[in-house]
């Protein structure tokens, strides 16, 4: 096992060049990701993606300065009194205090109770972020995601990197003092006279526990020295809770049977803790569900996803929807479905047809911003190939870094990061610090798990020496 300080080191030498720059910039929050754990604890990854765990090295430790996140950091307690409920506030409601008679100005807390509130779709209403239980959930799936890809790299049993990891998870769910209650009564509140409870939307903040999933299955299977069995029957006693509420209450139901993205990112998160549960029949009866039911109706022929056409960000919300579909397909494959991605919506369509189509609209057309589509584009060339193209093309025109982003390593096979890993293998030392180098021939045939581990050798050397007076 390494010491502290050795950890400490890889994290800066990884991240940092000899002028200190960082080597990647801010951290790319995914709408939703599956990884599978089997691919990354084999670390049989293609030498083209050396730049993409070098950006999930460098995330992985970006967020893990951030940490630890607790709902017990807010200043608002929910309408139970209980801090330990998580809240967020519905984004799209307003207040309206036109008629409440009030002949002073409102404080805010008389606003949240006394004014009613409207629906304003797609508007989002700042004061939500007075309350950041969604936000520090979101870093926390993030950090558990690429903090545990990072562990996996080296193939040690412990490092700095499982043990943010894990301390992360303990923080919000297990420690008496700060973990989360196990429900979602209070999640994306809906304010008011009238309100002061949670919505059945409020399912969708927990939607990335597909990525929590991830890092924890990744732990397990690689029998990870932090992630001890306590840890994780606690862990599965939280989640069986959870679940319970999940599968039971009023909120949940109300969403499972959503059509548009709310469903598809439910049935993310349920088959995800089914997963959890160890329990891979659930998981799978949970996508089946999934695809047998809301998806049926979720593409057209021409591959347009009406639910979300409809909304007034369409190029956001296809892209969100797609991102929802393609998890629950992740997971279902790692359940054993291998004719997943031909299963087809009433009309005939499959994902494939719903993101070609999705390519065609420029996000411009509705006043957004472009870039949402990048790693749903390589999600879909990794996994029904792309004989002409045109998927390469469209990185390449909109994001030619696409190699260096973290999502290139779980899709492949893609073109494209041979120049980006040649030139990271190209500038690796050997571990005994001398001058020579490892070719392109050579970097292509190592194992490129192994070959980061050569690159923060070859960092260290140097280092080392003068710590250990070599």
């Not at 300080?5 to 940092?16: E, N, P, R």
């Not at 709408?31 to 293609?46: G, L």
């Not at 409440?100 to 006394?114: A, K, M, S």
């Not at 088959?271 to 089946?288: C, E, P």
């Amino acid at each position: 096992m390494r010491s502290p300080l050795l950890s400490a080191l890889i994290f800066s030498l990884v991240l940092f060049g000899g002028n200190g720059e960082r080597a990647r910039a801010a951290v790319t929050s995914y709408a939703n990701v599956f990884v599978d754990p089997d691919y990354i604890v084999a670390r049989q990854f293609p030498p083209n993606t050396l730049a993409a765990q070098k950006t999930i090295v460098s995330w992985a430790q970006e967020l893990a300065a951030e940490g630890p996140w607790t709902v017990m950091s807010k200043n608002v307690t929910s309408p139970s009194g209980d801090k330990h409920d998580y809240l967020s506030w519905a984004p799209y409601w307003w207040p309206d205090c036109s008629n409440v008679g009030n002949t002073t100005e409102l404080t805010p807390e008389e606003v949240w109770t006394t004014c009613p509130y409207v629906n304003h779709d797609g508007q989002f209403n700042p004061d939500r972020l007075l309350v950041n239980d969604t936000g520090n959930f979101n870093s926390l799936a993030d950090a558990v995601l690429y903090n545990s890809m990072a562990y996996a790299f080296d193939g040690q049993p412990s490092d700095g990197f499982s043990q943010a990891a894990v301390s992360f998870i303990r923080t919000w769910f297990l420690n008496d003092d700060t973990r989360m209650n196990p429900n979602l009564n209070y999640a994306q509140m809906h304010r008011g006279p009238d309100g002061q409870t949670g919505s059945h939307t409020g399912l969708l903040d927990f939607k990335a526990m597909a990525k929590i999933a991830t890092g924890i299955l990744i732990f397990r299977k690689s029998n990870c020295t932090d992630w001890t069995p306590d840890i994780d029957s606690q862990m599965i006693a939280w989640i069986q809770q959870y679940t319970t509420w999940a599968e039971t209450a009023s909120l949940a139901l109300e969403e499972a049977f959503s059509n548009n993205n709310h469903g598809s990112y439910y049935y993310n998160q349920l088959a995800s803790l089914k997963l959890l549960l160890k329990d891979s029949a659930g998981a799978r009866n949970v996508t089946d569900t999934y695809f047998n039911t809301i998806y049926r109706g979720q593409i057209n022929a021409n591959g347009e996803q009406p639910l979300e056409a409809s909304r007034t960000h369409p190029y956001h919300y296809r892209a969100y929807n797609l991102a929802a579909m393609i998890t629950n397909a992740r997971l279902a494959a790692h359940t054993g479905d291998a004719n997943v991605w031909n299963k087809t919506t009433a009309q005939g369509a499959t994902i494939q047809t719903a993101l070609d189509f999705a390519m065609t609209i420029p996000a411009s057309r509705s006043g957004e911003e472009d870039g949402e589509l990048y790693s749903i584009v390589a999600d879909v060339a990794a996994i029904y190939g792309d004989p002409q193209g045109k998927y390469v093309a469209y990185l390449n025109a909109g994001e030619p870094t696409y190699a260096t982003d973290a999502y290139f390593l779980w899709d492949q096979p893609l073109l494209g990061g041979e120049e980006e890993s040649a030139e990271i293998g190209n500038n690796v030392t050997s571990p005994s610090g001398d001058s020579s180098t490892i070719s392109n021939n050579n970097s292509a045939t190592m194992n490129p798990g192994s070959l980061l581990t050569a690159i923060v050798c070859a960092s260290l050397a140097p280092v080392l020496g003068s710590i250990l007076g070599l």
